[in-house]
């Protein structure tokens, strides 16, 4: 089984940074991908960034490229989602969650096996 165990929410006003953890452990493969993904009430998970563990790419939603930044720590197992600028509309729950490739940074959450609790970020205008 794997874990994975999203921190670092809150609320902020809008033009502030937070920054996310995603914690894996269990039986975390680190070969895999892992993205970020957000939902606000009523609407779809979608998609906010991924990074491929073996060589640290990126890949961002349009909407957030510029304004976030995943990193990685292959020793502490840690992803981070690093977000400036913040805006109203970027409040949602935000979930990591460890894909089924290597390779691919998908953006459907279907290509995404196991799944954090979700940590809360709320932006104040």
């Known amino acids: 089984q794997v874990q994975l165990v999203e921190s670092g929410g809150g609320l902020v006003q809008a033009g502030g940074s937070l920054r996310l953890s995603c914690v894996a452990s269990g039986r975390y493969n680190s070969r895999y991908v892992l993205g970020w993904f957000r939902q606000a009430p009523g609407k779809e998970r979608e998609f906010v960034g991924g990074?491929?563990?073996?060589?640290?790419?990126?890949r961002y939603a349009d909407s957030v490229k510029g304004r976030f930044t995943i990193s990685r720590d292959n020793a502490k197992n840690t992803v981070y989602l690093q977000m400036n600028s913040l805006k109203v509309e970027d409040t949602a729950a935000y979930y990591c969650?460890?894909?089924?490739?290597?390779?691919?940074?998908?953006?459907?959450?279907?290509?995404?096996?196991?799944w954090g609790q979700g940590t809360q970020v709320t932006v104040s205008s």
């Open positions: 990074i491929r563990w073996s060589d640290g790419s990126t």
């Open positions: 969650a460890e894909g089924f490739s290597a390779v691919v940074v998908g953006t459907d959450p279907r290509n995404y096996n196991y």
